[in-house]
């Protein structure tokens, strides 16, 4: 069709500009980090009275939010993909781009930054905020929007909720240059961080705990390059004693240990009522397998910050290792949780409500109490059973423990059923989807050789880009480069065809990075020239490896 984008998505509208007013009407809802880029254009196909005007809409992620002519680009190289010629017996006459909007929401200061293009004419840039009053652009709304936009496309990359139809997928840090300019602007604003808010189990946002720090951890973490990470938190750690944290864990994951230590034991002193510098110092200990020394900084974490789940969550991990089974038991149920979450067999650690807030909520009413209340009770001398021994359970528990109980019980009919079949001689059949929802099952459980069959199963009877994620994962742990490449391979096609055109970050770049690092990055390189793809295959496989190359990830060298 002439009036469509050759190889880009888009949703074409009833009414010119109704996605524009559905923004602006939402734009109070938006929470947190926000929605995705939108992008809006005009076509038309000509100037004179007949001409007729089509609008189309489609989103985005990765593009160079940090002026108004960077984002006029974006509109600009959307002409070149209109068809002009729209064939010999075509009775249409061929689009051309009008005008166009790029819409990009300035998670800061809650205000959506617009760009509005006409081709050819001007460029007009505003600022539209919570009322839908326009306001001048400044300096600094331009470097908050910059940063928000990459935000949004490191932590939404591998988010199954933001898998949008219409929604494109660019490379957010596409150079070393750019890799500096992310890194300017992380530390001018990072104090600002909390504004954006967090991960959803976490109660109150602050310095070290937002999405700016887990974006920054996750882009630099994923391809095992913290010594940028350790650069950018060290200059901040002169200003804020409790940055110590995120330096300590960058240390670790260089396998610098020993600066680790150092760094956490001056900053303890400093700012000893700090649950994130605590929580370093749990993960270190755990380990190196000093579990009752992780368990006793974990419980001065839970003092610290009573009203988070994650310091109770962690202090449940550390009386696991313990194989401390009833104080487990009590600290979990001690944990704050939110109220309005479900029980859900596959995700059970809570999530945002449908407008991205958070209401989390104390249930129990008892978590500020000492944890020595848990522990006497575990170690009351009460030989047998009596009702007053009997502790309440908490209802979102209750409802995990019957989750538990299901998945128990379907993943056991589900293996007698398998050894019934395989005495029998007999084939024993599923469809993909069940193949894929008993993999997920044995996953849950632990059972990682039954989940890997399973995921097999599923597909060798079709397609499913979820569990080639997973095998693809089992895969590179066990180091095994021709089937890792063979499944990255199929979800990287996958990605291309649902216009997912970044390289990192991402599953598949975070997997092949593995590899990488302990195989080496000519002999995975090679291995891929080996299996013989298609040449367009080849190209989109090679992307991987000219990222790797480009910002020196390990095992780039050899």
Known sequence: ????????????????????????????????????????????????????????????SGVDASSSAALAAYINSLTYELDQNPGFFSSKAAYKLKSGAYCCFNAFSRVDVRVEVRIPGSVDAYVVDLRGERHETTPEIWQEVYLSALLRAILYADDANYRL?????????????????????????????????????????????????????????????????????????AREPEVAALVA?????????????????????????????????????????????????????VNCAPSEFVTWAKLTECYIDLEQWESALYTLNSCPIESSATAVPGDVSGASDANGGRRMAIVNGEHDASIAMAEARQKEKNTGFSFRDKRLCERWLDNLFMVLYEDLRVYTIWRAEIA???????????????????????????HADEAR????????????????????EMYTEARDVQRSLWTAIRLTAYHHRWYM????????????????????????????????PPQPILKLMQNYFAYATAFKVAGYDF
């Open 1 to 60: 069709m002439g009036d469509a984008f050759q190889s880009q998505p888009e949703f074409f509208e009833v009414e010119l500009g109704e996605s524009l007013l559905s923004r602006t009407e939402t734009l109070a809802s938006f929470r947190e980090l926000g929605p995705p880029d939108l992008v809006h254009v005009i076509k038309s196909t000509g100037s004179s009275a007949r001409a007729r005007d089509i609008g189309s809409y489609h989103y985005v």
């Open 249 to 301: 864990r960058s240390y670790i994951g260089m396998n610098q240990e020993i600066k680790a230590v150092q760094v956490m034991h001056s900053a303890i002193r400093e700012t000893p009522q700090s649950y994130a510098l605590l929580h370093a110092q749990v993960d270190f200990l755990r380990a190196k397998g000093k579990f009752e020394w992780a368990a006793k900084v974990a419980k001065q974490a």
């Open 501 to 532: 055109e970044g390289s990192f970050p991402g599953a598949v770049a975070t997997s092949l990075f593995k590899l990488i690092r302990t195989e080496g990055l000519a002999k995975v390189s090679y291995t891929l020239v080996s299996m013989s």
């Open 453 to 472: 069959e399973a995921f097999q199963r599923c597909v060798d009877v079709k397609f499913s880009a979820k569990a080639y994620l997973r095998l693809l």
């Open 165 to 237: 139809a219409g929604y494109r997928k660019l490379d957010p840090i596409s150079s070393p240059d750019a890799e500096h300019r992310f890194l300017q602007a992380a530390e001018n604003l990072f104090f600002k961080g909390w504004q954006l808010g967090s991960d959803p189990e976490i109660q109150v946002a602050t310095v070290v705990s937002n999405h700016l720090t887990a974006a920054i951890l996750k882009y630099f973490g994923d391809a095992s390059r913290y010594e940028q990470a350790v650069n950018l938190f060290e200059k901040l750690w």
């Open 420 to 446: 019934h079949f395989r005495t029998q001689n007999l084939a024993y059949r599923k469809t993909g989807t069940e193949w894929e929802i008993l993999g997920e099952l044995a996953l849950r459980l632990l």
